[in-house]
């Protein structure tokens, strides 16, 4: 193909065309004549060697290699829009739509605080927020569908940008009447206890999966939940215990009639924002994951975190 045939403008009319699903529709979507936008697709299809639409009574439809053009062709739309928002905004407030990701044992103890934080300092920003485990984090950012993500890891995340905000170990959270366990617990005499666990994947339960088969050990899991509030109703029944980073425990509402113990040795997370690494995070979704990173700050000088 040569190297100077391919321009923005195809990208464009073949997404339009697909997206309405025939010529006249994306003609007048696109502001273009007809027959020139069907004589650029042909050329389209004769430079590359191979036809990207079907055309049928029905209407136009991607073929397999359309298919795989359109993904890209859309990838790289969204990229060339996202460069000038990026370029425009920088001497601006911050301001438009931010689409945070969060998984679901962070929104008990962070969502009022941080939305009414956000609402104060970044007036101009509508936050969108999506809950969910980490596997759905990781391909909400992969397709784009969030700007940014706060999560938890217990490995580093390879492919994508990652800005760590604090190392913490996990500890053993269970009703106040377990006088005989002390301050620490052993990972033996954890393994024992009723628990419950987050169903997988998770994160803590990777990190502690994986502390349990080193030892050589087989956890008491009475119950697995995925959300953090159901694991703390069945651990204010008295059904089990719940193993969480300490700063999901701080803000727990009712949190006082209830236990906090280290585990010796300690199992460790860490909580970071991700986001692509194939392209610049907008200037509002910048402004988000900085504020974000001065709230955990200021739960670290309040003892929440280490």
Not at 47 to 73: D, H, K, M, N, W
């Amino acid at each position: 193909m040569s190297p100077n045939f391919l321009q923005l403008r195809h990208l464009r009319y073949f997404l339009g065309i697909v997206d309405s699903g025939s010529f006249t529709g994306a003609a007048g979507m696109l502001h273009v004549a007809q027959p020139a936008l069907s004589q650029q697709m042909t050329a389209l299809e004769a430079e590359l060697g191979v036809a990207l639409l079907q055309r049928s009574q029905r209407g136009i439809r991607p073929t397999a290699a359309g298919e795989i053009f359109y993904r890209e062709a859309a990838s790289i739309i969204e990229q060339v829009d996202q460069l000038g928002r990026v370029v425009r905004s920088v001497a601006e407030e911050p301001e438009g739509l931010v689409r945070l990701g969060m998984l679901s044992g962070f929104t008990v103890c962070w969502v009022r605080d941080f939305m009414q934080a956000c609402r104060m300092v970044l007036p101009k920003v509508h936050l969108r927020l999506v809950v969910g485990d980490i596997l759905r984090m990781r391909s909400l950012i992969a397709s784009r569908r969030v700007d940014v993500c706060f999560v938890l890891e217990d490995e580093p995340i390879h492919g994508l940008a990652r800005r760590p905000l604090f190392h913490q170990p996990l500890s053993l959270v269970g009703p106040l009447f377990a006088e005989d366990v002390a301050h620490t617990i052993s990972l033996e005499r954890l393994a024992h206890l009723p628990l419950v666990l987050p169903i997988r994947p998770d994160t803590v339960r990777s990190a502690l999966d994986r502390a349990f088969e080193e030892a050589g050990l087989t956890p008491n899991c009475v119950a697995e939940v995925d959300t953090f509030a159901s694991a703390l109703s069945l651990v204010q029944a008295g059904i089990g215990n719940v193993i969480v980073p300490r700063i999901v425990f701080s803000d727990v509402p009712g949190h006082g009639r209830l236990r906090l113990i280290s585990i010796d040795p300690p199992i460790h997370v860490t909580a970071c924002l991700i986001s692509s690494g194939n392209t610049p995070l907008p200037f509002a979704a910048q402004a988000v994951g900085d504020l974000l990173a001065t709230h955990v700050d200021l739960a670290q000088n309040n003892g929440r975190a280490t």
